[in-house]
């Protein structure tokens, strides 16, 4: 079975704090994936990668960044924590997304900003 | 216009009655569709994927695709209390690396 292992489920950050979430997947799949997800918005893809060191901004980058250095690593992280970026976050992983590659979630980490 | 549309729901059904989830999306050029369970607390789970016109059965779980008319939906068959879940569509653009899903419906099933 894939596993996804999100490093924390919950976190308490304060305002303007740096946050990083980190995310390791043990299939070796090419692309992961950072989602958030907030009641009535469902789940927002953050930014992907298809590959080490690649990236791709998703629908709601701004105040995030991410990095992978290494394939089964990718990490996301939060410049300046602010209280609007309170939600839970869920990493993902999947082999290329041809015909029926699903996603792998991890467990989540839920993400407090005060 | 939303991409994936779904009913927020809730959606309840009694014990043993078969539950109809719809999904309508907006890119004709979608190729993959699944459906991911998800209980209050936890990550989504995969259910079922399609990604030909027509049903998929899978034990007590049909998905339908109907590319012509946008529209998928998933059909679960006596359906259960441990089936009380939100569950959401995803679609996958196709050629590009990117499933976007939509708000989940709850679904509540009745003992």
């Known amino acids: 079975d894939v596993k996804v292992t999100q490093s924390s489920r919950y976190l308490v950050k304060r305002t303007g704090e740096k946050v990083f979430l980190e995310c390791v997947q043990d299939m070796d799949h090419e692309n992961m994936f950072w989602y958030r997800q907030d009641p009535g918005l469902g789940l927002r893809l953050i930014y992907f990668s298809y590959d080490v060191k690649m990236k791709e901004k998703g629908d709601i980058p701004e105040g995030y960044s991410v990095s992978r250095e290494k394939k089964e690593r990718f990490s996301l992280i939060l410049e300046s924590a602010s209280t609007n970026q309170t939600s839970m976050y869920l990493c993902?992983?999947?082999?290329?997304?041809?015909?029926?590659?699903?996603?792998?979630f991890g467990n989540g980490t839920r993400l407090t900003v005060t | 216009q939303k991409e994936v549309e779904q009913n927020s729901g809730p959606l309840s059904v009694p014990e043993g009655a078969i539950a109809s989830l719809n999904c309508t999306y907006s890119d004709r050029g979608s190729q993959s569709f699944f459906w991911y369970r998800q209980y209050s607390g936890k990550s989504p789970e995969l259910i079922m994927f399609?990604?030909?016109?027509g049903d998929k059965e899978d034990g007590r779980f049909t998905a339908q695709l109907n590319k012509a008319s946008q529209y998928v939906s998933l059909l679960i068959r006596d359906s259960q209390p441990s089936d009380s879940a939100t569950y959401l569509c995803?679609?996958?653009?196709?050629?590009?690396?990117?499933?976007?899903f939509g708000t989940g419906t709850k679904l509540q099933v009745i003992p």
């Open positions: 993902a992983s999947s082999l290329p997304l041809t015909g029926n590659s699903p996603l792998h």
């Open positions: 995803a679609v996958n653009g196709g050629g590009y690396q990117k499933v976007t």
């Open positions: 399609i990604y030909s016109n």
